[in-house]
């Protein structure tokens, strides 16, 4: 699946031959668009499109109309690589965003690494990431290390956690992350009484949920996007199971929070984006996005309008669309953006933006603790 967002004056500026029409800017947007992970990726192109409506409303990037072509890479590996292959030889793209998954992300970074296009990530957490030394390769979020070490202890404390069922998806963002609370959680003497995972788009909890009914845990995390996340939750509440439920992924997204209804209620989760963040950028882009989406933004509609927004400002500051230039002008990255400030390390990790524990309270992601990524 592809689709090209170019926004103002579309037919009548190429018709007239104006600036324009003489030249845009392309930047590949991988995201995925079909299967269990569709809410999610749906949401990162909402903020891709909003940057760019915005972008170009206001004179686009070095004077041109900056165009996001985006292909649906599923979350799955082999079909985000076809998706970069194209952006990358057909449509001639200088930079890429994408791809979400971890899986698919790291499946992309050799392919641009090997064309010299840089590639910008804000969902992919799997914390060796950054480790591989790709330099073409730049991370505009947190990774699942960091969000543990940031709010493992609070959620112990406040949860009271001695037993604690590790339960998620199969694939490197759910490994990764149940890795990493795990970790954390046992550190502070927690016990593991259960780990399993699941497939993406699974229907049926019910084997899953039974052995989490015999394992005595007082608390579950769980690692998990929308459809899968809510399915979940709706059908531990069915069975009348009361641990406390906290974890990452998309629980503080408006789609998880209306597809699970009241299931939702009381969750925590550790995200790196809640539109009930207090920072001076938020509550413009919350209006903005609401006003597009007609729904408040979640963390991937942020995501998206984050690593559209870096990749334009490097292609500003390397004035050029050269894309070696844009990589070195992104190590310059000096952004603020709704959730705080971005700058990337030696080794394309951001750090300087905020991330939240929130608690899922009548709908609304209240914040329970914050915390910055250091350096």
Known sequence: MKSIISTGFVLATLLSGGAWAQETIKIGVIQPLSGSVAYNGSADVAGTK????????????????????????????????????????????VALSGAFCSSATIAVMPVAETNKIPLVTGVSSKSDMTEKGNKWFFRATETDGLLAQSFAKILAEQLKLKKIAYIGVNDDFGRGGVEEFEKRMTALGATTVMKEYFDHGTTDFYTLLTKLRSSGADGVFVAAETQDGSIFVKQKAEFGLNQKVFGVGSWATADFMRLAGPAAEGIYAAVPYAYTMQTPKNQDFVTKYESANKEKPGKYGAAGYNALNIIMDAIQRAGSTDPEKIRDALTKTDYEGPNGKFKFDAKGQAHGFNIVLVQLTNGVPKVVATTSIGE
Do not use: H, M, T, Y
């Not at 004179?59 to 649906?72: N, Q, R």
């Open 50 to 93: 909003l940057a760019i409506e915005e972008r170009n409303a206001n004179g686009g990037v070095l004077g041109k109309k900056v165009e996001a072509i985006i292909e649906d890479g599923g979350c799955k590996p082999a079909d985000s690589v076809n998706a970069a292959e194209k952006l990358i030889q057909r449509d001639k793209v």
